[in-house]
């Protein structure tokens, strides 16, 4: 499977819009969303409900999407606070509501908690982006 995908954020680390191709063999899918007032998401016109109020957009394909809720929140070390996600799961690119929390444990180390049971430590950069996550996923480069 490839996924091909571009986050467009405001300098609050709010999404705005969002792109996703994914292909697996000569099959391709492709989602577009808009944010237009917070928590209010489109796929072109129509108005997506089951994913209102939401404040993030969460790739399951990539850790990378933790990145957007880690800068906004600005956490403290020893807080926590909870948001809830457009969760984009692949590879059939339907979307869901997933409740999430953030606790930062250390100045480079956080803990996400999903409302499905899922738990991980997140290792970020100085810039608050994913460096690593627990189940095999490290970035190897970086600008």
């Known amino acids: 499977m490839l996924a091909n995908y571009e986050i467009y954020c ?21 989602l577009s969303l808009g944010v237009e007032s917070r928590g ?5 016109a129509r108005e997506i409900r089951q994913i209102h109020g939401c404040d993030d957009i969460d790739l399951a394909v990539t850790p990378a999407t933790n990145t957007l809720p880690i800068r906004r929140l ?15 799961k692949f590879p059939d690119l339907t979307l869901q509501p997933l409740s999430q929390r953030y606790t930062r444990l ?4 956080y803990r996400y908690e999903s409302n499905n049971g899922f738990s991980a430590e997140i290792v970020v950069d100085d810039l608050g982006l ?14």
């Open 10 to 30: 405001d300098e609050n680390w709010l999404t705005h819009r969002v792109q996703m191709e994914r292909t697996i063999g000569s099959d391709v899918k492709t």
């Open 40 to 44: 209010v998401w489109r796929n072109a």
């Open 74 to 88: 600005n956490l403290q070390i020893g807080s926590s606070e909870s948001v809830i996600a457009a969760w984009v």
């Open 106 to 109: 250390t100045k480079d180390t």
């Open 130 to 143: 994913v460096v690593t996550y627990p189940g095999g996923w490290e970035r190897i480069g970086s600008l």
